[in-house]
């Protein structure tokens, strides 16, 4: 058995492939090593995307790198690699025209960073949270807990909003009351409301604003500010205290009507109640 392993350790071919098989593994660890202390020191001061970015060019470059030492253990012409791997990325290039524009677009959206991970984002019909962002797509996932994967192209073209790029958030709710009611006391109720719900801030100050006269009511807007990680518990939460409030106080918010009128020369149409006429005694309907 030791014979034979001292043969095959003197078998020129069986070492060289030993030796690629050590620098494919040592490359691959050193590489994945290496990428992670990039990310390491560069995920607080460039941010999360642009340093999971970085993190895999590192990575994919010291596999090339790994790649072509291998070749060159086995004999390959790095020159004649390089020529093919030249020839075949021109033809890629013609061939997948989409590719290379996400890939463009891709680097657009790192320098801009309009977003980063784990941002909650709406393009288009889409709105969730950003999982990543690769050189040719960004990947999300939605509220209702599906996967979309948007390409880049697409996110240079489309309009993106941010929902959680900076940290407070206004809410805006129409409010509609009666044309009977006193709109000073109304904007009274609606502040104090405001102030008694703790997430609603101080600061900036919650605005009442007249938005006119509607087909049924004084149409108001009430706009309050909170913390963005607080805006779906004003959203719900708000308007129940809004209602109390104005039930508690005798606020009338209508509903929508139809007045029909005549001109001031018309009489009212009259309006009658009427009983079925009984039935004559004797008459027997069922004879």
């Known amino acids: 058995m030791m014979d034979q392993i001292t043969a095959l350790l003197a078998d ?13 593994v040592v490359g691959l660890v050193l590489a994945r090593l290496a990428a992670r202390i990039v990310y390491r020191a560069t995920h607080v001061p460039m941010g999360e995307h642009r340093a999971t970015l970085l993190r895999r060019l590192v990575f994919y470059a010291l596999l090339v790198l790994v790649a072509m030492t291998a070749l060159r253990e086995l004999g390959f012409s790095l020159g004649v690699v390089l020529g093919a791997a030249g020839v075949l990325s021109v033809a890629l290039g013609f ?22 991970i784990g941002d ?4 288009g019909n889409h709105t969730g949270e950003v999982l ?26 489309s309009e993106i909003i941010n929902m959680t790029r900076f940290p407070i958030r206004r809410l805006d709710l129409q409010v509609g009351v009666a044309y009977r009611e006193h709109i000073p006391e109304v904007r009274k109720l609606l502040m104090t409301c405001a102030d008694a719900y703790p997430l609603c801030l101080d600061e900036p100050r919650p605005l009442v604003i007249f938005q006119g006269f509607g087909n049924s009511s004084l149409d108001l807007q009430f706009s309050v500010w909170m913390k963005r990680e607080n805006f779906l518990d004003v959203r ?30 018309t009489a009212p149409f009259p309006v009658e109640l009427r009983q079925p006429p009984a039935a004559p005694e004797g008459d027997d309907t069922n004879a």
């Open 236 to 265: 719900n939460r708000l308007p129940e205290l809004i209602k109390e409030s104005f039930d508690a106080n005798g606020i009338e918010i209508p509903f929508p009507h139809i007045s029909v009128y005549t001109g001031s020369e």
């Open 12 to 24: 020129d071919r069986v070492m060289q492939w030993l030796r690629v098989a050590l620098i494919v």
């Open 95 to 116: 061939a997948s025209q989409t590719s290379a524009s996400n890939l463009i677009s891709g680097l657009f959206l790192v320098t801009e960073a309009p977003f980063a």
């Open 120 to 123: 909650i984002i709406r393009v």
């Open 132 to 157: 990543s962002i690769d050189l040719l797509s960004v990947k999300m996932r939605t509220f209702d807990n599906l996967f979309v994967r948007i390409p880049n192209e697409t996110l240079i073209k």
